[in-house]
Nanobody, 124 residues
Framework: QVRVVESGGGLVQAGGSLRLSCAASGRTFSSYAMGWFRQAPGVEREFVPAISGNGGYTYYADPVKGRFTISRDNAKNTVYLQMNSLKPEDTGVYYC?????????????????WGQGTQVTVSS
């Protein structure tokens, strides 16, 4: 099993930046693709980005493409989400998740382990 813990959320004005971190336990961290999802009140959890186990493949949801960057440091068992040019519609609880599939998935059911989430609030 893998335990994941998100951190780095907070309140930021539109146009600002935040970096989220996801620390994962486990001896086989590099074998898991990692993804970020977000959920706003009354809205289904939505995919944000994902990264393959070795970091060689990344993909992003259209609303964040060009603004967010996912990366990972397997030596530290940590994945990061750098969020720039934040918009109010980026507000939500951000969840980190681990997938046994090589490239993760666009869908929540493609992930096996989830963190508890960290709140990101972007004010206008």
């Amino acid at each position: 099993q893998v335990r994941v813990v998100e951190s780095g959320g907070g309140l930021v004005q539109a146009g600002g930046s935040l970096r989220l971190s996801c620390a994962a336990s486990g001896r086989t961290f590099s074998s898991y693709a990692m993804g970020w999802f977000r959920q706003a009140p009354g809205v289904e959890r939505e995919f944000v980005p994902a990264i393959s186990g070795n970091g060689g493949y990344t993909y992003y949801a259209d609303p964040v493409k060009g603004r967010f960057t996912i990366s990972r440091d397997n030596a530290k068992n940590t994945v990061y989400l750098q969020m720039n040019s934040l918009k109010p519609e980026d507000t939500g609880v951000y969840y980190c998740a681990a997938s046994k599939y090589y490239r993760g998935s666009y869908y929540p059911h493609g992930y096996d382990y989830w963190g508890q989430g960290t709140q990101v609030t972007v004010s206008s």
